[in-house]
């Protein structure tokens, strides 16, 4: 488990999340098989916002710009 500070909308919040970083996959083996790419994932387990847990509270948008902010910032270590 990872923790994240960041500012959504104007808020601070510090994100608790699983992050697992997708596969590139391969186009074409020799024998003409392979696989396609898969993406990165980021499962959130707690939003916090002054020690209170705000996950159950937070819309559909605001959370997938959560997690458009953590892949970034996962990719730009």
Known sequence: M???ELTIRE??????YDFEKGDDGVRYYPDGT?????????????????DVDIYDLIDDGCIEDIEDA????????
């Open 2 to 4: 990872k923790q994240i």
């Open 11 to 16: 808020v601070n919040l510090l994100v608790e």
């Open 34 to 50: 392979g696989y396609p790419p898969t993406s990165d994932t980021v499962d959130i387990i707690k939003i916090m916002v002054d």
């Open 70 to 77: 953590i892949i970034f910032e996962e990719n730009n270590l």
